[in-house]
């Protein structure tokens, strides 16, 4: 598909954002701190696994000053369940080593993503997420399949499909643009049969006018 060029996204994605803008993350984390493990927990698994296992491994390791502390195999047992957890343990402990405390967990994407087990997209979920002046769109697994869908970009590259997305919204909207079209892509926009008649942005998207 290709894009449309003089489209006008940021009026055409208003009832997006009406319907979607003001949702918060699914993780459930109370503070900074909690928002990052389980960021780093959630790759490649569930929010919800994450939001139920989460409680416990807090209880014993309310911050990065006790996490500090931990080897990863003292994680296993708290960790244990969620994907890839043998490498999660490293770069959390890792992490809580380099960081220290919770006020010195960075505020910026090269920070972030200098850290084990932080890429882009999770760099995005924290400052998103946490207050800080956001540099970018989260580009999740849905918003990549629902971004090229719609035809406000293409490819299948996260962070080119990040570009394109920067490029035709302005900054004071990303937030609401990355977890407006995470939750399409979760509720409306499947991979397979995709709820187009419920679909906010069924007068715009090129899939479904492809569709009919």
């Known amino acids: 598909m290709k ?8 009026d055409s994605l208003k009832p997006l954002f009406k319907l979607y803008g003001t949702r918060k993350h699914p993780l459930e984390h109370k503070n900074r ?24 491994l807090f209880e014993r390791y309310p911050s990065m000053k006790e996490l500090a502390k931990a080897t ?4 296993y047992p708290y960790i244990g369940k969620v994907a890839n957890f043998g490498n999660k343990a490293l770069w959390l402990t890792e992490t809580a080593r380099v960081v220290g405390k919770d006020e010195h967990i960075p505020h910026t994407i090269a920070e972030l993503t200098a850290l084990k087990g932080i890429g882009r997209k999770s760099a995005n979920v924290i400052m998103s997420e946490s207050g ?31 570009k394109q997305l920067m490029e035709k919204i302005p900054q004071k909207y990303w937030k609401q643009l990355g977890m407006s079209l995470t939750f399409l892509g979760r509720e409306l926009c499947r991979p397979t049969n995709p709820k187009c008649p419920e679909c906010p942005l069924n007068s715009v998207c090129e899939y479904y006018a492809a569709s009919k």
């Open 132 to 162: 800080d002046e956001v540099e970018g769109v989260i580009v999740d697994l849905h918003t990549l399949r629902v971004s090229p869908r719609i035809g406000i970009a293409t490819g299948t590259n996260p962070e080119k499909i990040e």
């Open 3 to 10: 894009t449309q060029q003089k489209h006008d996204w940021l």
């Open 33 to 56: 701190y909690q928002l990052l493990v389980m960021v780093v927990l959630s790759a490649r698994d569930s929010d919800r696994h994450i939001n139920a296992i989460a409680p416990a």
């Open 72 to 75: 990863p195999e003292d994680l």
